[in-house]
């Protein structure tokens, strides 16, 4: 017996969900940057190293992913997803290390948000799009 497709929820519904994660995920992801590039121009001992290296090393991913968060793709928004997952094991590691637990602890919160608000994002943006293209139901 073939299963019956699962209802979606009303467009009304969505919009506004579809907007609101878009805007948290932006906000997340901007302050993840913010926090790496806080943290390494202003707090990290490098032990001679020179920042702007390890930041621009550590910015490569985020900044091959900023065009399509910035557009509002949802494939990119999932990408996203994916690849932040190294910035919380970063943190995870970090939070091990007495000196940097702070920050640790902050990146791995920062990461978490971006993951959640983008995979919302994805979530409600492909239901939203689905709902779009149901053909009309009759009177």
Known sequence: MAKKPKALPALEWLEPRV???RVA????????IALLAVYYL??????????W?????????????????I??????????CFVVNLYFIKGALAAYDP????????????SLAVFTSAL????????????????PRPL
């Open 99 to 110: 000196s940097r637990s702070w920050f640790g602890v902050l990146e791995m919160l920062a």
């Open 25 to 32: 995920a932006l906000l997340c992801f901007f302050g993840l």
């Open 53 to 69: 290296v390890i930041l621009s090393i550590e910015l490569v991913p985020l900044l091959l992913l900023s065009p399509g968060m």
């Open 71 to 80: 557009t509002g793709s949802a494939r990119g928004h999932s990408w996203t």
């Open 19 to 21: 907007r609101w994660s």
């Open 120 to 135: 919302l994002y994805v979530r409600w943006r492909f239901q939203y799009n689905r709902k779009l293209s149901e053909p």
């Open 42 to 51: 202003g707090f990290a001992d490098l032990h001679g190293a020179r920042p």
